[in-house]
């Protein structure tokens, strides 16, 4: 609140609140679940063991057609 951390009160099961004083204030509210930062590692993770191994099969395969070419000629 106004540019400072401030004690977040659980309203609801659903629902939070902050206490403020009378008068203007500025509240910024930023919600960053632990779950989904890790969630996206593993994502990246996997992502990129799956691009490993589509890139070797890939490459397997380019080589036996390279084999199977030079064997036929």
């Known amino acids: ?10 309203l ?10 009378r008068g203007r204030h500025e509240v910024r509210v930023r919600y960053e679940p632990r ?17 490993i191994g589509v890139e070797e099969l890939g490459g397997r395969k380019r080589i036996e057609r390279r ?3 030079r064997s036929a000629a």
């Open 67 to 69: 084999n199977r070419v």
């Open 12 to 21: 609801t099961l659903h629902f939070a609140g902050i206490r403020v004083g």
């Open 35 to 51: 779950l989904w930062r890790v969630s996206l590692m593993w994502l990246g993770l996997a992502l990129f063991g799956v691009w």
């Open 1 to 10: 609140m106004d540019g400072q951390p401030a004690p977040v009160d659980e």
